[in-house]
């Protein structure tokens, strides 16, 4: 038995050392320095979610277009290689094998969908590949498991949900009842979860009207709208984003749902340029983090200018949230590279070099700056405002703001979202900053 | 069950307005389909496609019209444009070039042709129209809104999704079921449909009726899209959503069935807005129980025959 064994073991140790020359070797190359840098990026091209998935695919070839321009990573050009999320999340976890082992790509950017990213991460672990979470929002991904190779270069649903929240409360503290209208995934239903579990602890007592999951890309409202009417809550929550926001907003408006309820959407500001004129004033919007055009304090007025006339000079329309999303991935990717290469003392990377040097980084973008905690979630502010028109944009931005740091509404490392929440009082709203005027 | 009935009176009014609305969208796309299937006997999982090209072009037509600064009332003219062009253009280059070659083969293989064909299509709306939505709803504004009492309340619905929607549809089956079983041409088309071969013998061109059904069917897809596109945002997937929910009409109503559709779409624009109100959970699943209850005690749809098989 001891001799079988053995002998197992004998002929796993002399596969096992195959296997890691052979990796060896592919790891071997990646350490010199390589002709190209090639990443890896799911993102959705097809199905209404490309709505997101596209406007942040063309940020993506702007970008790195104007990265190789300026020399590339360390000297080193960059070539994107994207792949559709849509076919759901068997296909992509064949893709994402086959752009690190057949393709040979150094990082991954994944992905818009929540249940794409849950996918992906373990692939992370398993094959030792940086990814960069670069748009998906839910909290589970770093609330339930380690993910050494996995970082999120920007917030997540509990923050995007909270922070609405606190300026409802702030804004419009006596309502007395609620109804919800958001799409029947896992967004939709995660934020409602995350929305109640905070509401039930900050303002006891609201009633929920009416809780309504219509299927992701429905294509009417108009019964929905009707009920909503006949209810009249004092407040409607809607997370949804793209064609379905638009048509539940413009069927509202058509129908003076507006005048009746106080509207939260804290996904609107990719719609908004779709809806001009239609999207009603008075009402909260969000816009997943603090990249609005008329974002109040940009840390770098010139750069986020130069980004959105770049963007809006190549595809005629304003950049929506995702397109930040994907510039923040990049600039991660930048400082991440810079500070690893620096760290080797001029050197190659390997994975586990530029893993090391996400964890923790803190690297600028046009409006603020954003940390890297220690299990891999990005800190980013939000900033959420009343809707409202100005000369400058054909469409609603946000007035009255408040900016949420990421720290205030964000789930201590080590907790999740929900137990968080539940420990809240309703003295957290002291902590709320101030509007800022405008 | 009374009781509830009494307490619940105005919300099933209110629903039976939401469910006329929401059944004659239903209808229009579905009668097209069961239309082709009737004569041509092809699933057209294009045709979902054909109701979202129907959708995008009347936009365009609108937005432009609306550009040239013409009146409001013409965005009702894009509408029919709309329908008129995809029907005429795309109907044809589709049965002639595609579907021609495939009548007869099995049915699997007429699946994946026309569910190729609906990816193409597609990936052409994106090409064409891009990824962000689209909306023009001039024909909707330009009629305003009708307060319905609700108790002491009153309850704006569109007039557009009061009676524009409601009135082409019924317009549509009674000037369907005239055309097929009035005039000379519908007559052909029975014909057709019910024995190809025999119709043949008799002299009628056949070849000619399919390419005329099958356009006329791809133009009311087209109709039923440029019906929605007022009221809602066109995105890419509008047409898979489509195809998917005419499939259950058909298959309740009796492939073939004019009457069947109208009466499935009206029992599914009614069932999905009353679980709106009740069982909002149900509101997706309520199409596929009708389905699956109408197909367990009549397998042939409502309004389906029975057929001999020929050996």
């Known amino acids: ?438 | 069950m009374g009781t509830w009935l009494a307490e619940n009176s105005l919300l099933l009014g209110l629903a039976l307005l939401d469910g006329l609305a929401n059944a004659a969208l239903v209808f229009m796309v579905a009668v097209g389909l069961n239309l082709v299937f009737g004569v041509l006997r092809i699933v057209n999982v294009a045709h979902g496609s054909l109701f979202a090209i129907g959708a995008y072009t009347a936009a365009s037509i609108g937005l432009f019209f609306a550009a040239q600064g013409l009146p409001s009332w013409m965005g009702y003219a894009a509408l029919v444009l709309a329908a008129v062009a995809v029907g005429a253009v795309l109907g044809p280059l589709i049965e002639r070039l595609l579907l021609r070659r495939i009548y007869g083969h099995e049915d699997v293989l007429q699946l994946l042709v026309t569910f190729a064909l609906f990816m193409i299509l597609e990936d052409v709306q994106k090409l064409v129209w891009g990824v962000q939505p689209i909306s023009q709803d001039a024909p909707l504004r330009l009629l305003g809104t009708v307060d319905i009492p609700f108790g002491e309340d009153v309850i704006p619905f569109t007039a557009y999704q009061l009676f524009v929607l409601p009135g082409i549809a019924v317009a549509t089956l009674i000037g369907l079921a005239w055309f097929l079983r009035r005039t000379l041409t519908g007559r052909v088309i029975v014909a057709v449909t019910t024995d190809k071969e025999a119709a043949t013998a008799m002299g009628i061109d056949a070849a000619r009726i399919t390419l005329l059904t099958f356009s006329f069917g791809a133009g009311l897809a087209a109709l039923g899209g440029a019906l929605a596109s007022p009221t809602l945002a066109l995105v890419p997937g509008i047409g898979a959503q489509t195809i998917v929910l005419s499939f259950a009409v058909v298959a309740t109503a009796g492939l073939g069935q004019i009457e069947g559709a109208a009466l499935t779409a009206l029992l599914i624009g009614l069932g999905r807005s009353i679980a709106v109100y009740f069982a909002p959970e149900f509101e997706v699943v309520v199409p596929y129980l009708i389905m699956v209850a109408v197909l367990l005690v009549r397998p042939q749809g409502l309004f389906g025959v029975i057929e001999t098989r020929r050996v």
């Open chain 1, 1 to 438: 038995m001891t001799e079988a064994v053995t002998r197992r073991a004998t002929l796993l140790g002399a596969g096992a050392t195959a296997g890691s020359l052979l990796f060896a070797g592919g790891g071997a190359r990646a350490q010199g320095k390589p002709t190209e840098l090639k990443i890896g990026i799911t993102t959705f091209l097809s199905g209404s979610a490309s709505v997101f998935g596209v406007p942040a695919r063309q940020a993506a070839e702007l970008l790195f277009e104007e990265l190789n321009k300026a020399g590339g990573v360390g000297g080193v050009p960059v070539r994107p290689i994207f792949v559709d999320e849509a076919p759901g999340t068997d296909h992509l976890v064949g893709e994402y094998r086959r752009l690190v082992q057949n393709e040979g790509v150094q990082l991954i950017f994944a992905s818009i969908s929540s249940g794409s990213c849950l996918a992906c991460t373990p692939l992370s672990d398993e094959m030792k590949k940086t990814t960069i979470l670069w748009d998906c929002g839910t909290q589970r991904i770093f609330e339930e498991g380690r993910h050494p190779y996995a970082f999120r270069t920007q917030g997540y649903g509990t923050p995007e949900v909270l922070a609405p929240l606190l300026y409802l409360l702030k804004h419009k503290p006596d309502f007395r009842s609620i109804a919800v209208i958001n799409q029947d995934y896992a967004w939709g239903r995660d934020s409602w979860e995350l929305w109640k579990t905070a509401m039930d602890v900050l303002k006891p007592g609201v009633r929920v009207v009416a809780e309504m999951f219509p299927r992701f890309g429905a294509t009417d409202y108009s019964t929905e709208v009707t009920r909503l009417l006949a209810a009249r809550p004092d407040v409607i929550l809607s997370t949804s984003w793209g064609g379905d926001l638009v048509t539940l907003i413009r069927q509202s408006s058509e129908r003076r749902l507006f005048d009746r309820s106080t509207f939260v959407l804290p996904v609107s500001e990719p719609s908004l340029p779709t809806l001009g004129r239609t999207m009603a004033a008075g009402h909260i919007i969000g816009t997943r983090g603090d990249h609005w055009n008329n974002h109040p304090s940009p840390k770098d007025p010139a750069r986020l200018k130069r980004f959105v006339d770049a963007y809006r000079a190549r595809y005629n329309e304003y950049p929506i949230y995702p397109c930040h999303h994907m510039a923040q991935a990049i600039s991660a990717m930048q400082a991440a590279y810079a500070k690893a290469i620096a760290a080797k003392g001029g050197g190659w990377p390997n994975d586990a070099e530029l893993a090391a040097a996400f964890r923790g980084l803190t690297f600028d973008t046009p409006t603020s700056s954003i940390t890297l905690r220690e299990d891999g979630q990005g800190l980013e502010d939000q900033i959420v405002g009343l809707s409202s028109f100005n000369e400058t944009y054909p469409f609603a931005v946000p007035k009255d703001m408040i900016l949420f740091p990421a720290a205030l509404v964000s789930t201590p490392v080590g907790q999740k979202s929900v137990d968080w929440l539940k420990t809240l009082t309703p003295d957290f709203l002291t902590r709320i900053p101030a509007p800022i005027a405008g």
